[in-house]
């Protein structure tokens, strides 16, 4: 079969290897066949992969070549963990926090460069007040939580203590928490 004939053939590897595994349906494999009848390309390409799934077939039943170590799901293990360890590092969510609060200042800067001075200005105002209300809404939360937690209390002086342990133990933890230094 010329160059030009093998263009019109239809056939792909993929379609004879799936047919060489029996992944095709009833149909498409009666047209491979007659297909394989008619184009001496195609049945060459199917006796070669023919004869390396054998070759790989004789190769693998024959064990006695491959001997592995009596270790060896030690050393695999071992290597494996050797190169993933310096993958995670206790300060690994700061770092991506500075990156993309850099190509966060990165977007907004060049964003301001093209429409004017007026837009980078409007956006460092909403961005300062978003940080504002965040943090007023934060203490103001923590207020009522606190006058929640002590209106259930007598008001005598072991309560405050109690109240104001339990709040620093909040704050204590939620800074852990934002830090990553805290597990969860």
Known sequence: M????????????????????????????????????????????????KQLLQGLDLSLRDGSDIELPRDFAKVVVANAESTVAGLRRPRERFNALFICGGLSLFILLSFSVSAGSSLFLDQITAIATFAGHFVSDVFIGTVVVLRAAASHFRSDVISVFIVAGAAVAILFFSRKLLSGRLRV
């Open 2 to 49: 010329n160059s030009t004939a093998r263009q019109l053939c239809d056939v792909h590897g993929d379609d004879i290897a799936a047919y060489i595994d029996g992944e095709l349906s009833a149909s498409r494999e009666l047209e491979l066949e007659m297909h394989f009848a008619e184009c001496s390309t195609c049945t060459e390409e199917l006796n070669l992969q």
